[in-house]
């Protein structure tokens, strides 16, 4: 398994919507082994495929240390078939956004369908970190970063911070 370089704020890749997967197959289960081996290495909870370059509507997911259940998540083509009612606050962090957490608020419970790590059709109802997991993946194939649940100023500053960061990291 590789680690893999992950793409942080502002690398436009990140604002593309990514395309559907056609197919599971051993290529696409090698991508999920070595994002699931960078996930664990970054560290984090989960990580969707275009935050290392590859806008395939992929993420890997496990929340398991947090909660003891669950454990290693693979959805291709994930979509979200039901929103809960209620709702939940979480201090959300993104390894494309290096230090920097954000309370958000989402649905405290998702229903999402999927393609396994076999290619089957699967359903799952999750709640808790689980649920705000999914649904922080999910905006990533969308091209939706935490940022975005910011006021246009304080995101407008966030980014700005992040750009000058990138230039002064540049090679000379
Ligand atoms: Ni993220």
């Known amino acids: 398994m590789t680690i893999l370089p992950i793409l942080t704020l502002p690398d436009p890749i990140l604002r593309k919507v ?14 999920m082994d070595d994002m699931l081996e960078t996930m664990y290495a970054a560290p984090g909870v989960g990580l969707a495929a275009v935050q290392v370059g590859v ?11 947090d909660e003891e259940q669950d454990g290693q998540l693979f ?3 994930p979509e979200i078939v039901a929103l809960g009612p209620e ?17 958000i608020e989402r649905p405290s419970s998702v229903t999402v369908r999927y393609l396994d790590r076999l290619g089957e059709f699967t359903e799952l109802t999750a ?21 975005d649940f910011l006021s246009p100023l304080k995101r407008d500053m966030l980014v700005r911070r992040f750009k000058k960061q990138a230039r002064s990291t540049e090679a000379p």
Do not use: F, W, Y
Request: charge should be negative; include cysteine.
């Open 75 to 77: 959805m291709t083509n």
């Open 18 to 31: 990514s395309e559907p997967v056609e197919r599971v197959d051993d290529e696409l289960r090698q991508l």
């Open 127 to 147: 709640e808790g970190l689980l649920a705000t997991a999914i649904q922080h993946e999910i905006n990533h194939l969308n091209g939706k970063l935490i940022i």
């Open 55 to 65: 806008p395939r509507r992929l993420v890997v997911l496990d929340v398991s240390k």
């Open 87 to 103: 709702t939940r606050l979480h201090e959300e962090g993104c390894l494309s956004i290096p230090e920097v957490l954000l309370e």
